[in-house]
């Protein structure tokens, strides 16, 4: 890399949502305008999750009540589909009709449905994990650095990562 840092045009922002953190799309959605950006949100039902609560031990517990109760499959399936469908109604409310945007349902691991987004090639990217602030402190690195352990590690991290191209 240069010893001056390189101006670099960001062509995609990735925004991942999972369950529980869709409430807020907009901060996201209207940096990808500003930037003039093609949007694309993945909303992730965790196949982790999902397997969890398919076993016969698996048990929430209820707020407010506090009750302890078996895990239902498919009311969990259903409030994912509801929570998938106000995440899409909320990003079309902020970028009506206009093309440059796409919300996909991914029902996989985060990590391995970012993988796929990453491998259609829109690079520069950047990524926005769950629960984060898109405008805060962004780590830069080169796509090869991005798969696998390391990409469980950036979701984690609550911190948007801008991916260069090799």
């Known amino acids: 890399m240069a010893a001056r840092e390189e101006e670099v045009r960001i062509r995609r922002v990735i925004a991942c949502f999972s369950p529980g953190s869709v409430a807020r799309p907009e901060a996201v959605a209207r940096l990808a305008q500003e930037l003039e950006a093609e949007f694309l949100g993945l909303f992730i039902e965790d196949v982790d999750l999902l397997r969890f609560a398919s076993l ?22 259903r409030q994912l589909r509801a929570q998938a469908r106000l995440l ?5 409310a902020i970028f009506g009709p206009a093309a440059g945007w796409a919300l996909r349902v991914e029902r996989a691991t985060p990590a391995s449905a970012v993988e796929a987004a990453l491998a259609e090639g829109h690079a520069p ?6 629960g984060t602030d898109p405008r805060g402190e962004r780590r830069v690195m080169r796509r ?8 469980r590690e950036l979701l984690r991290a609550l911190r948007p990562v801008l991916i260069l191209p090799e």
């Open 56 to 77: 016969p031990f698996a048990r929430e517990v209820g707020f407010p009540s506090a009750e302890l109760r078996a895990v239902d499959l498919a009311g969990l399936e």
């Open 88 to 92: 899409e109604d909320a990003l079309a």
């Open 125 to 130: 990217a950047l990524l926005v994990p769950p």
């Open 144 to 151: 090869r650095e991005v798969s696998g352990e390391s990409l």
